[in-house]
């Protein structure tokens, strides 16, 4: 059994999926791929939501009650782009595991690397060029933590477009 880690910034599309596939085309084991995609409830999240869904002027919710309803919302949201996300791999005869992540996206990472024993890890998101400069992107946080081949990719452009940035 050969697994491997995916850390997941959004939902993927069939370009993703094809390319996470194609990586592993030559590997003799069975893969499993274990998925995660993090869930941000935080209130900086929420707050960004709320400006994105009122304009720019934002009104802090009074009622705790508003907060737990987002909160719902996001997470089913998430659930739902996870879902769609492990479709995609398992509609193409692959085995999958999915789990939402409610904390840190790079300890739930090394928590599934230990538990699964996953042989490598793959993160696909966009471009966070500032982020990858000052090395605190998840890609780079990941390696300092992890003894395994830990490989970036941006979601939803081919390789030859990665290549070229």
């Known amino acids: 059994m050969y697994n491997v880690a995916l850390l997941v910034e959004r939902q993927l599309i069939d370009l993703d999926a094809d390319q996470i596939l194609a990586l592993h085309e030559g590997v003799d084991d069975e893969v499993t791929y274990h998925m995660l995609l993090p869930v941000d409830a935080s209130p900086a999240a929420l707050s960004a939501s709320m400006t994105a ?48 992540v409610e904390y840190d996206p790079i300890d739930a990472l090394v928590d599934l690397v230990r538990e699964q024993s996953c042989d490598e890890v793959i993160i696909l998101t966009e471009s966070h060029v500032v982020r990858e400069f ?28 990665q290549a070229e940035m």
């Open 53 to 100: 869904f009122g304009g720019a002027q934002f009104v802090p919710l009074e009622e705790p009650a508003s907060y737990v309803r987002i909160e719902d919302e996001l997470r089913a949201e998430s659930q739902r782009e996870l879902d769609a996300s492990a479709a995609l791999l398992t509609s193409r005869g692959q085995h999958v595991t999915a789990k939402l």
């Open 134 to 161: 000052l090395h605190v992107d998840w890609t780079s946080r990941a390696r300092r933590k992890l003894d395994v081949p830990t490989l970036h990719l941006l979601e939803h452009l081919t390789f030859e477009e």
